[in-house]
T-cell receptor, first 112, second 113 residues
Framework: DTGVSQDPRHKITKRGQNVTFRCDPISEHNRLYWYRQTLGQGPEFLTYFQNEAQLEKSRLLSDRFSAERPKGSFSTLEIQRTEQGDSAMYLC??????????FGPGTRLTVL | GQQLNQSPQSMFIQEGEDVSMNCTSSSIFNTWLWYKQDPGEGPVLLIALYKAGELTSNGRLTAQFGITRKDSFLNISASIPSDVGIYFCAGQSSRQGAQKLVFGQGTRLTINP
């Protein structure tokens, strides 16, 4: 399968712990996006990379959140000192020309 | 954060019926996208629209990009059980360099066999 993949699919953690998620985009796509989705809502934009450069960050991305795409291929999203309000589905998407964004299956985070 | 106004929020229909849902915004968008999401999965792209007035079909699905560039609708004809899910509209801003998608709240479709 050549779609967007995310790992892990589920993560349960205790409040205050750090977590890291990985996204592997479609291989020829140079644009990569992170979104967060809470129950009953549509996805909300977090951040965007073109190749390895992080070009846009949402105000939702607090200081506890950091994203990287070191070689312009896979990306990681780290949340430090997790809070219960961080519980959500974290979605990654990739795009070739910036129009059609293709999403991965998501990582569901539960913070206890 | 900013979201599009999507309606209806939920629909309960009989198998075989046609479905219509729409999305409106106070802002102009250059691109409208429609996605379907199943429980526990990521959104799957159904249709992409790039020009005001554009009407595009994908099998039983038809979507239109509103003339004002502030709205879009999606129609599903002759619904079948696998159409069940949550449908999201998403718009991409006309601001140069803007890449993020802004999503509606979703329309949950339930089909009675």
């Amino acid at each position: 399968d050549t779609g967007v993949s995310q790992d892990p699919r589920h993560k349960i953690t205790k409040r205050g712990q750090n977590v890291t998620f990985r996204c592997d985009p479609i291989s020829e796509h140079n644009r990569l996006y992170w979104y967060r989705q809470t129950l009953g809502q549509g996805p909300e934009f977090l951040t965007y990379f073109q190749n390895e450069a992080q070009l846009e960050k949402s105000r939702l991305l607090s200081d506890r959140f950091s994203a990287e795409r070191p070689k312009g291929s896979f990306s990681t999203l780290e949340i430090q000192r997790t809070e219960q309000g961080d519980s959500a589905m974290y979605l990654c998407a990739s795009s070739l020309l910036g129009y059609e964004q293709f999403f991965g299956p998501g990582t569901r985070l539960t913070v206890l | 954060g900013q979201q599009l106004n999507q309606s209806p929020q939920s629909m309960f229909i009989q198998e075989g019926e046609d479905v219509s849902m729409n999305c409106t915004s106070s802002s102009i968008f250059n691109t409208w996208l429609w996605y379907k999401q199943d429980p526990g999965e990521g959104p799957v792209l159904l249709i992409a629209l790039y020009k005001a007035g554009e009407l595009t079909s994908n099998g039983r699905l038809t979507a239109q990009f509103g003339i004002t560039r502030k709205d879009s609708f999606l129609n599903i004809s002759a619904s079948i059980p696998s159409d069940v899910g949550i449908y999201f509209c998403a718009g991409q801003s006309s601001r140069q360099g803007a890449q993020k998608l802004v999503f509606g709240q979703g329309t949950r479709l339930t089909i009675n066999p």
